[in-house]
């Protein structure tokens, strides 16, 4: 299954955890200082959460991914 986060990390090529964390924790303290929420600034995914939402498997109650 192709998922649209894989085929955004595909395109970005952040398949690796070690390119995509630090990314990631970029954005997060860009959305925390637009929208006035420091929390945002702390989010990090574990790396078992990226390999399993880039690999298309879902957990019960981890939400939506979309299916391209």
Known sequence: MTTL???LI????LR????FLPR??????????RDGDVRLATLEPAV???????QGELKRGS??????
Not at 10 to 13: G, H, W
Not at 24 to 33: I, V
Not at 63 to 68: D, Q, R
């Open 5 to 7: 986060f894989r085929r």
């Open 10 to 13: 595909d395109d970005q090529e």
């Open 16 to 19: 690796d955890p070690r390119a």
């Open 24 to 33: 990631f924790a970029e954005q997060a303290r860009l959305l925390a200082e």
């Open 48 to 54: 078992s959460t990226f390999e399993g939402s880039s």
């Open 63 to 68: 939400g939506m991914i979309l299916k391209l």
